[in-house]
């Protein structure tokens, strides 16, 4: 089992940047594909990047792509997502979620079985 806290979150003017982090308890960080979700006011919780165990493949979902990066410190336990040229649409709780690896997953897979608590990012036009 993986525990996972979220940070980074904030109030941000439209076209900045935030760094959102997770970091997960456990010594098997390594064992996880990690996912980032947002649910907006009124909508449901949107699936928007993974990364794979060793960090080397990512996924991005059309809404952040282009202008997104996730990435992975396995010695530290954390996960990143940097999100730039924020708009206000991107105004959600951001979720990190957590699932073990295994053969023929595909990081598109949206099913997770670990969560966060959730970060709020607010995007100001």
């Known amino acids: 089992q993986v525990q996972l806290v979220e940070s980074g979150g904030g109030l941000v003017q439209a076209g900045g940047s935030l760094r959102l982090s997770c970091a997960a308890s456990?010594?098997?960080?390594?064992?996880?594909?990690m996912g980032w979700f947002r649910q907006a006011p009124g909508k449901e919780r949107e699936f928007i990047a993974a990364?794979?165990?060793?960090?080397?493949?990512?996924y991005f979902a059309d809404p952040v792509k282009g202008r997104s990066s996730i990435s992975r410190h396995n010695d530290k336990n954390t996960v990143y997502l940097q999100m730039n040229s924020l708009k206000p649409e991107d105004t959600a709780i951001y979720y990190c979620a957590a699932v073990l690896k295994r053969p023929g997953r595909a990081l598109s897979d949206p099913v997770y079985d670990y969560w966060g608590q959730g970060t709020q990012v607010t995007v100001s036009s």
């Open positions: 456990g010594r098997t960080f390594s064992s996880y594909v």
């Open positions: 990364i794979n165990w060793s960090g080397g493949s990512t």
